[in-house]
């Protein structure tokens, strides 16, 4: 990779030590996959849940933190994913003291690396949305598809180690997605039906994905006869990303970058496969097979939007769950849903509303084993698709069936 | 018989050698492991069921999220890791994590590597070569194994289409 001046003395250790391991993880990662050079990014997003980083990713982020503050403090503006836990209710989580003592650990340390603890999944609705051709690096796949997708940016998935590293030099390698020949589509897919509810836009989601099957895969959709709101590409887009590890797609005449479809895709280009409302309902099935009863009904992943918490609530008006009811959100749509009574009208109906956490990020392993929990209900698509290896046997639903199912204790 | 040697595009981390465990799946560390107990935990994964602690993993692309890149790093301190991991095709969270951890990888071959190592073969995974190689030392016993099959029905697609990757 060509380095200039700066990046030749960052390399050499002329900016400490915590830019220069930086910049050395960033040459290893860049030469692999083919970087020629640098490209200058505007922000950061770290993922880095403990339950991912452990016990040694924290004392590893807690070396870093014990650096000199000029050394240690990140340049550009730096953000983090969700936590594991909302400390307000581990308890009713039944989540560990130690898990906590470990979240408390590694947000210390970020703190002191000058990171801003946004603990969210849903910060191109909440923070800051990117600008199209805005390079970035971000870390968490959700927020990587829909600011490369639907806002027009320029982001690979960077993992906790790598979006530390942006935040510390300022910059990433150039490869895959901040190139404009890797944003072209490759596959082409038509939709026959357009969903309807956000669990249909993550099924769909996860047929492309599955169709896609690789980082390197550009999906060209056509045939989506209306413009989606935020919250239908929000569940489409963190879907695809997590069935099919896809960083970027394309919708004929509603993304950006695909208002006409040889705007990125050859003329040759064939149609691969034909969605139709029979697959998305196959889909759907596949989840529900075999599962009667619920033990628990959780909405996450990606965090809810402030209309989603609303839509709950309007569906949890005069009921009553009978299986605990989780809604997760982030950190800054949480005192609107307070202020407007949205967090009351849910928890009124026996829900609970966390902020700052993310389920699958949150120890769902030991959560399901303390609870008892292992039928789970949620319209999140991308959570159906993580929780599987956690030991758990989800059923993707809609709100409105999610709701049922917590206040009937069955499948509806 | 002539030791087979498979050439790949790209790889990191020091020579190994160790048992193939060998599959046509993807692999993510959170989507697909209990790396507690050091096995393969999606109950859709061709390897579910199976350790993966110590084995040269040769599998067929990288999937799912970003927490890879942190899970590898923790992994390998707590010694619950593969010997190194061989992939058709990687993302970028996957060269991250190799990267943070110190681990083996290696991917891009001319040929799919899932049909090329035999499961249960003991080979050397060489990132320091030019270029960067996986050679078959030897040949499983066990012929049953060759290859893995499915354990359980995969998630639908829309009917006639070529799976990708």
């Known amino acids: ?225 209306r ?39 050859d003329p040759g280009l064939p149609v691969t496969a034909t969605i139709t409302e029979t697959d998305i309902r ?38 009553r769950v009978k299986v605990p009811l989780l809604a997760v959100t982030s950190p800054q749509v949480k005192p609107d849903a307070d202020r407007m009574g949205l967090t009351a009208r849910i928890e009124t109906a026996g829900g609970l509303v966390l902020a700052g956490m993310c389920f699958y990020q949150s120890y769902a392993r030991e959560m399901a084993e303390a609870n008892g929990w292992r039928h789970l209900a949620s319209n999140s698509a991308k959570l159906t698709n993580i929780l599987g290896g956690y030991g758990y046997r989800p059923v993707l639903l809609s709100m409105e069936a999610c709701v049922e199912a917590a206040c009937t204790g069955r499948v509806p | 018989m002539a030791p087979q040697v498979f050439a790949a595009n790209a790889a990191m981390g020091s020579m190994v050698r160790g048992t193939a465990l060998v599959a046509r799946d993807g692999f993510s560390a959170r989507y697909d492991l209990d790396r507690i107990r050091g096995v393969f935990s999606r109950p859709d994964h061709l390897l579910a069921g199976q350790s993966y602690v110590g084995r040269v993993l040769v599998l067929d692309v990288a999937k799912g999220g970003v927490a890879t890149a942190w ?18 095709r990687v993302n970028p969270i996957m060269v991250q994590g190799a990267a943070l951890a110190g681990f083996t990888m290696m991917s891009g071959f001319d040929i799919d590597i899932t049909q090329a190592v035999p499961n249960g073969a003991t080979v050397e995974v060489d990132p320091t070569a030019s270029p960067p190689s996986l050679r078959i030392v030897t040949e499983s016993d066990d012929r049953a194994s060759r290859h893995q099959t499915a354990k359980a029905a995969p998630i639908p697609v829309p009917a006639g289409v070529r799976r990708i990757g």
């Not at chain 1, 619920?294 to 309007?314: G, H, K």
């Open chain 1, 282 to 319: 196959n889909f759907l099935a596949h989840y529900a097979r075999g599962v009667e009863t619920i033990d628990v009904v959780v909405f996450s992943a990606p965090q809810l939007s402030l209309i989603e918490m609303r839509q709950l609530a309007q569906c949890l008006d005069a009921r």
């Open chain 1, 1 to 225: 990779m060509r380095l200039n001046e700066e990046e030749r003395a960052i390399l050499a250790g002329a900016q400490g030590s915590a830019r220069q391991w930086a910049i050395d993880h960033q040459l290893r990662v860049g030469r692999y996959l083919g970087a020629s050079d640098f490209v200058p990014v505007s922000q950061a997003h770290i993922m880095a849940d403990t339950e991912s980083l452990g016990e040694a990713g924290v004392a590893w982020l807690e070396r870093m933190a014990a650096l000199p503050e000029p050394e240690r403090r990140v340049r550009i503006p730096t953000i983090t994913d969700p936590r594991g836990t909302d400390f307000a209710a581990a308890a009713r989580l039944r989540q560990q003291d130690w898990m906590l003592a470990l979240e408390r650990r590694a947000i210390a340390a970020f703190e002191a690396l000058g990171v801003l603890m946004t603990d969210t999944c849903i910060n191109y609705q909440t923070i800051m949305p990117a600008v199209r051709g805005e390079h970035l690096a971000y870390g968490d796949t959700g927020v990587v598809i829909y600011s490369n997708s639907v806002l027009g940016a320029r982001s690979n998935f960077e993992g906790g180690p790598s979006a530390l590293s942006a935040g510390l030099t300022g910059r990433t390698p150039r490869y895959g997605y901040h190139l404009a020949e890797h944003r072209r589509a490759n596959l082409l897919l038509r939709v026959e039906r357009t969903p309807r509810a956000l669990h249909e836009w993550g099924a769909l989601g996860g047929l492309v994905g599955r169709l896609a099957g690789d980082y390197w895969r550009v999906p060209l959709l056509t045939g989506i006869d």
């Open chain 1, 227 to 265: 413009v989606p709101n935020s919250d239908e590409l929000k569940h489409f887009g963190a879907a695809l990303a997590s069935y099919g590890s896809v960083a970027l797609f394309h919708m004929e005449g509603i993304t950006p970058e695909a208002q006409r479809a040889r705007d990125v895709a």
């Open chain 2, 71 to 88: 899970m590898l790093h923790d992994m390998s301190a707590r010694g619950v890791m593969p010997a190194a991991l061989v992939l058709n």
